[in-house]
């Protein structure tokens, strides 16, 4: 993703991005830019805020933010958007 994006950004960051689901890719995404800059392809500068977005009825590592644990998972309940329905999200600790 982070490789499709820099491309299609003409090899420069944008400000923001959203992710969905949370799940782990933020760090994939941290180590493709890391990757990029490597190479040369975008210059070393200041990377995206990164937003992770979850759906309101299924949305674990908002939940456990709130409560203070370390993971929650919830039920898979249905949304409106079936790709957005992430119960328990991998590497969510």
Known sequence: MAYELAE????????????????ARHGRMWKAFDEIERIGWVKKAKRPRMVSVQAEHCAPIVRAFQQGTERRSVGARVELADGLRVPRAIGDF
């Open 8 to 23: 299609q950004m003409q090899w420069e960051w944008p400000d923001w991005i959203s992710i969905r689901p949370a799940a």
